[in-house]
């Protein structure tokens, strides 16, 4: 059972235009990532929050944790071709005295020149 | 963060066989975790790596087929046993600190059964 869904699954757009992309779940977790990764290589974490309603910036990279601690979603502002990547969310929460993560469905970004 | 590195980063495999990943990490961690990936897709936890005592398998995934060790706090390994090309796949190890909720990846292990 897949608990975290991210859409769009897909997304290839222009340089210079923006997107979001949203993770969604039923369930609560104590702590959300977001990851991007590149073929070949295994996921580079962007950032972590754990504060419903949570905000954080990295450059043109915004992050929101939902007030409820169940969704989050990630803004790319002008979009480059550098930002090319399959972007994955992950929750994190303590299961039977063991603090795991679970990972979302995942987006594939493309960005054009 | 933390500088994780695998081995090895790739190989192919026959069916029947084992093969045994290692994962080595340069620093102490209290966390260490193993997924699957397949080729585009996203990951699925495998299991969690414990020191000293016996590894916490998820759904669907058991010892004897995908048994872990983990000896210290810098390093562990997973064995794929008996393999299918069913088992073809993206093997990566993570660590993470229980002070932070940050997790760290390896870069994976290209794994192809024939």
């Known amino acids: 059972t897949q608990l975290l869904e991210q859409s769009p699954q897909f997304l290839s757009i222009q340089e210079g235009e923006n997107l979001t992309v949203y993770c969604n779940s039923s369930?609560?977790?104590?702590?959300l990532q977001w990851y991007r990764q590149e073929p070949g290589e295994g996921p580079v974490l962007l950032v972590t929050?754990?504060?419903?309603?949570e905000v954080k910036k990295l450059k043109r990279l915004t992050f929101q944790f939902g007030d409820a601690r169940k969704d989050s979603s990630l803004h790319i502002t002008a979009a480059q071709p550098g930002d090319t990547g399959l972007y994955l969310c992950a929750g994190g929460r303590s299961t039977s005295g063991t603090y795991k993560y679970i990972f979302g469905t995942g987006t594939r970004l493309k960005v054009l020149a | 963060s933390a500088v994780i590195s695998q081995k090895p980063s790739r190989d192919i495999c026959q069916r029947g066989t084992s093969l045994t990943i290692q994962c080595q990490v340069d620093s102490q961690v209290t966390m260490m975790f193993w997924y699957r990936q397949q080729p585009g897709q996203s990951l699925t936890l495998i299991a969690t790596a414990n020191q000293g005592s016996e590894a916490t398998y998820e759904s669907g995934f058991v010892i004897d087929k995908f048994p872990i060790s983990r000896p210290n706090l810098t390093f562990s390994t997973l064995t794929v046993s008996n393999m299918s090309p069913e088992d073809s796949s993206i093997y990566l190890c993570?660590?993470?600190?229980?002070?932070?909720?940050?997790?760290?990846f390896g870069p994976g292990t290209r794994l192809t059964v024939t």
């Open positions: 929050v754990v504060t419903g309603g």
């Open positions: 993570s660590v993470g600190r229980s002070s932070s909720y940050e997790q760290y």
């Open positions: 369930s609560v977790f104590s702590s």
